[in-house]
């Protein structure tokens, strides 16, 4: 998922699709142990969008707090 896409999504939409990627990541490291893991990229792309969806999440967070000063 693309940051611009991600911009365009409510807060409370990103907050679910964190959520789903953050079990998603579990889940891919339940696979490794497990051995069942074949495309070990996918950590990667999952960890990544983790930190898009926190980035834009805190930013709306923080535009919301300094709007209200």
């Given amino acids: 998922m693309k940051a611009k896409e991600v911009?365009?999504?409510s807060v409370e939409e990103i907050k679910t699709k964190?959520?789903?990627?953050?079990q998603?990541?579990?889940n891919?490291?339940?696979q490794l142990v497990t051995g069942q893991l074949t495309d070990?990229?996918?950590f990667k792309l999952a960890?990544?969008?983790v930190a898009r969806l926190q980035t834009i999440l805190n930013e709306r967070?923080?535009?919301e707090?300094?709007?209200k000063k």
């Fill in 65 to 67: 707090k300094e709007g």
């Fill in 18 to 22: 964190l959520m789903n990627t953050r």
């Fill in 61 to 63: 967070v923080r535009d």
């Fill in 47 to 49: 960890r990544r969008d």
């Fill in 7 to 9: 911009r365009e999504l």
């Fill in 40 to 42: 070990t990229s996918r």
């Fill in 24 to 26: 998603e990541l579990m």
């Fill in 28 to 30: 891919l490291r339940f």
